[in-house]
């Protein structure tokens, strides 16, 4: 019985340990097969990563350099580190736009000299990297004090790029006086006639000639002479759109019948001018906002639409309805701003023909509107606009 006992003790031993042995057998497949299909999705991977890494070559350059050119400038910056050829397309990136915003401190105050004399460093070491081509726009707008030193070393590889819009704006308070923009780096006809907009701000300009292509021009806290405006004016006759703000040298105005392009005008808070002469016969836009000045519009001058805001009390309301119809005859919208109007004498009430449009804005503290004139001024110019619509309805009536 004890021999029974021993030999069915020992064949449970041995069952126990073949199914021991199948149970770790099996598993060992199932994990051979689970390392097997993870090596191969591995595998899979790692040549989908190759296909990916060998793509980008197979791109022509140019397709490389476009999708980059749509990336902000401080994006650009940081994807130049994926790959060379991200680094080539950073190298020729086409919009060279340095504002704190881009270079990361948009909301920090730039007072501080560290901070100005980071970013000055950064714009620096951007532009000696830059390889110089396919660049189409050069903007500093930084509103730090720079040295002018900087200044005069970036637009001087400006002038080199052949760059179609260019900009250098300085802080507002930033005296006019303190920068002189170097005029002499662009005598080159060729390097003039590549811009089509020049937008200047906190500096001093003395143009001596104009710019064969230019179409938009913006000068802001600009010292400048009228002789000077007047000669850069005259000498671009593509120009679409002026826009003039805070050029407080300016008292006089020209713009000569030969822009025949020009279709938009803005002229703001030039303090000292008093008289604006335009005999552009495609002027459709003009907005002026600031003190009292004389307006002397060519007869063929096309206005359609208009803004009149004043901040001196000179009766704005009063003298547009006396004086706008015959100015601007054919205009359409017209939006005045009145600081304070005391005119009280009537006058013979005058018609616009082709206004659809009027905005009347009235912003002055209590009593600068005596209640009687702005009431009489106010019915006139309602009985004005009744009759032009009237006379309006019947033309085309009688037209039709």
């Known amino acids: 019985m004890g021999l029974l006992a021993l030999k069915l003790l020992m064949s449970r031993q041995r069952g126990s340990k073949h199914l021991g042995g199948q149970i770790q057998a099996r598993n060992r497949s199932v994990a051979s097969a689970a390392k097997r299909k993870i090596s191969s999705c591995q595998h899979s991977n790692l040549q989908g990563c190759k296909r990916m890494a060998f793509s980008g070559p197979d791109l022509p350059e140019d397709i490389w350099r476009h999708i980059h050119s749509l990336l902000p400038l401080r994006d650009a910056a940081r994807v130049a580190s994926v790959s060379h050829a991200f680094l080539r397309s950073w190298k020729c990136h086409p919009n060279l736009t340095f504002s704190r915003k881009a270079l990361g401190l948009n909301g920090i105050p730039c007072q501080n000299d560290v901070i100005a004399r980071d970013l000055t460093m950064k714009v620096d070491h951007i532009l000696k990297k830059h390889s110089g081509k396919g660049v189409k726009k050069f903007r500093i707008e930084l509103y730090i004090i720079v040295d002018p030193c900087y200044l005069n070393s970036w637009?001087?590889?400006?002038?080199?790029?052949?760059?179609?819009e260019l900009a250098v704006v300085l802080p507002s308070t930033y005296n006019a006086n303190c920068y002189d923009f170097p005029c002499a780096l662009f005598v080159d006809d060729g390097c003039r006639n590549t811009i089509e907009h020049l937008c200047l701000g906190g500096c001093a300009f003395h143009p001596t000639a104009g710019f064969g292509n230019l179409r938009r021009l913006q000068l802001f806290w600009v010292r400048i002479t009228v002789d000077e405006l007047g000669c850069l004016i005259f000498n671009s006759s593509a120009l679409e759109h002026l826009t003039l703000k805070y050029c407080n040298t300016i008292t006089y105005l020209k713009i000569p019948s030969?822009?025949?392009?020009?279709?938009?005008?803005?002229?703001?808070?030039?303090?000292?001018?008093?008289?604006?002469?335009?005999?552009?016969?495609?002027l459709s836009t003009f907005?002026?906002?600031?003190?009292?000045?004389?307006?002397?519009?060519?007869?063929?001058?096309?206005v359609k639409t208009m803004g009149m805001c004043c901040f001196a009390p000179c009766n704005t309301i009063y003298n547009a309805r006396a004086n706008l119809p015959s100015i601007v005859p054919n205009i359409e919208t017209l939006s005045i701003s009145s600081v304070s109007e005391v005119i009280n004498t009537p006058i013979v009430p005058v018609k616009f023909l082709h206004l659809k449009y009027l905005s009347i804005s009235l912003e002055a503290e209590h009593g600068a509107f005596p209640p009687q004139s702005t009431i009489t001024s106010l019915w006139f110019l309602f009985w004005m606009l009744v009759l032009s619509w009237k006379l309006s309805t019947w033309l085309c009536r009688r037209l039709a």
């Open 155 to 164: 637009l001087q590889i400006a002038t080199k790029l052949r760059i179609g």
């Open 287 to 302: 907005y002026f906002n600031g003190g009292q000045v004389k307006l002397l519009f060519g007869d063929s001058v096309q």
């Open 258 to 282: 030969l822009l025949q392009h020009l279709s938009y005008l803005m002229v703001s808070e030039c303090t000292k001018l008093q008289l604006i002469e335009c005999k552009a016969p495609n």
